[in-house]
């Protein structure tokens, strides 16, 4: 069994610039969800995929975008970098069809560390 | 306002010292509360998850509980390998998110 993949996983940016990570998600799993995590905190939810579309979005600006593919992999992508964007962004996946639950527990990736200047 | 705390910030103890880390929340009709294990550089890995109060979970030296207003992760003679960060979240209502904690680091002396 595969598991959550995201490439980058160390990334320098300058502030303005635009980033796209990356993610693929665990064999079997159909949903996606975006979080960042700044040193010291827990991770924030960013926004979750199913079936290609937004299925619910944390409170973040729309500079955060996202896609998800056919296959469920997805991408995040962040415009006009801000240097409170460096954190630790982490793709987690599930099964439970668009809804975490009790039975689909989140899995994450070792996440794409991004520093912007 | 939806809200999780996790308490201590950070605990250190021996090799063989239990102790206990508390998740407490503020939460709208709680539908699931999770634990995860941390270690640096890494991104979270799943533990357990609880449904309803008065549940309890267990793997190896941890034990997860569960009250109506928090939970606590019990961790019997830890060994150095269970240092890492150890993030309780919740998830509330009608909401797909999670709500997270900011986690209490776990250092484990031999």
């Known amino acids: 069994e595969t598991g959550v993949t995201q490439s980058p996983t160390h990334l320098i940016k300058t502030r303005g610039q635009q980033v796209t990570l990356r993610c693929s998600s665990q064999?079997?799993?159909?949903?996606v969800s975006w979080y960042q995590q700044a040193l010291g905190q827990g991770p924030q939810f960013i926004f979750q995929?199913?079936?290609?579309?937004?299925?619910g979005r944390g409170n973040f600006p729309p500079r955060f975008s996202g896609l998800q593919f056919p296959n469920y992999s997805s991408e995040l992508n962040v415009n006009a970098l801000e240097l409170d964007d460096s954190a630790l962004y982490l793709c987690?996946?599930?099964?439970?069809?668009?809804?975490?639950?009790?039975?689909?527990?989140?899995?994450f990736g070792n996440g794409t560390r991004l520093t912007v200047t | 306002e939806d809200q999780v705390t996790q308490s201590p910030e950070a605990l250190r103890l021996q090799e063989g010292e239990s102790s206990s880390l508390n998740c407490s929340y503020t939460?709208?009709?709680?539908?699931?509360l999770f634990w995860y294990r941390q270690d640096p550089g890494k991104g979270p890995e799943f533990l357990f998850t609880?449904?309803?109060?008065?549940e309890e979970k267990e793997k190896e030296r941890l034990k997860a509980t569960l009250t109506k207003k928090e939970s606590f992760l019990h961790i019997t003679a830890p060994k150095p390998e269970d240092s890492a960060t150890y993030l309780c979240?919740?998830?509330?209502?009608?909401?797909?998110?999670?709500?997270w904690g900011a986690g209490t680091k776990l250092i484990i002396k031999p």
């Open positions: 987690a996946s599930s099964a439970g069809q668009g809804m975490v639950s009790y039975n689909s527990p989140l899995h």
């Open positions: 064999s079997g799993h159909n949903t």
């Open positions: 995929y199913y079936r290609e579309e937004e299925n």
């Open positions: 939460v709208s009709g709680l539908r699931g």
């Open positions: 609880l449904y309803s109060a008065g």
């Open positions: 979240a919740v998830q509330a209502g009608g909401n797909y998110q999670l709500i």
